[in-house]
């Protein structure tokens, strides 16, 4: 059996208790080398034997999972974030799928979330907006055509935008493009959670400018939105929630 475990975003302690323990009990873990902190990976799986996949093609890193089962060894193969988001798992399971190798996923922090939290910022807020879109911009993976990031801004809702910031001015004019405008707030987190987490500020009509003049061209989430407005200028609707003259299940 394979476990695919989310690594949570940077911080080693963002690891779910059920992805650590698996780790603990890897004899074997593939990890991404990448973007996991190798401090996690040493803290919670000390002796283990460890495969970095930055270097490694699909066939490299099934090959090590299929030898790992076939010894009967305990391994994990270690996403970062939530596997689910942009985690190229889905053919990692279809070999596995192929080859009649069993396995399951444990979910993970996912960096929009360790941005929020950085950010100290609700991503949903009443009266704003009670979407939230995960995307990208077209890079050398492709994009459907009817999720151009223009149409999709055409919304208006908060958009958390991965595997982007090194082409923040062609994003910013497609952001433009949709329902924001030059004075639509925005925020980009850099290696959020960890360590040496960048949070930079702005608008859209100067982020791209700050952005190239922190140096940040990687690991780094663009997020935009009004509902980064309510920091700066206040709440503009309570929630249902927590209203004393709203009822609810929980409360008379
Ligand atoms: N599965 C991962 C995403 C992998 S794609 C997840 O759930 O987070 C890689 C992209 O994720 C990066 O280009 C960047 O946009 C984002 N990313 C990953 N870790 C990050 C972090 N700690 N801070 C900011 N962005 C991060």
Known sequence: MVHFVGAGPG??????????????EAAVV?????????ELVRRYAP???????????????????????????????????????????????????????????????????AAAAALKQELTLPSVTQTVIITRIAGRTPVPEREKLS???????TMVIYLSVGMIDEVVQELLQGAYTG???????????WSDEQIIKG???????????????????????????ARREGVPELSKLYDKNFSHGFRA
């Open 47 to 113: 002796d283990a034997q460890f495969y970095d996949s930055a270097s490694m093609n699909l066939e490299e890193t099934t090959a090590v999972l299929a030898e790992a089962v076939a010894e009967g060894k305990r391994l994990v193969r270690l996403h970062t974030g939530d596997p689910s988001i942009y985690g190229a798992i889905q053919e990692q399971m279809a070999e596995l799928d192929r080859l009649g190798i069993g396995y399951e996923v444990v979910p993970g922090v996912t960096s929009a979330f």
């Open 203 to 229: 608008t859209l009509a100067d982020i791209a400018g700050k952005v190239t003049a922190a140096g940040i061209g990687k690991q780094a989430l663009i997020i935009v939105g009004d509902v980064l407005k």
């Open 11 to 24: 911080d080693a302690e963002l690891i779910t208790v059920k992805g650590a323990r698996l780790l603990a």
């Open 183 to 193: 004075a639509t707030p925005v925020a980009v987190v850099a290696k959020a959670s």
């Open 30 to 38: 593939v990890y991404t080398g990448s973007l996991v902190d190798r």
């Open 151 to 157: 149409k999709v801004a055409g919304i208006g809702a």
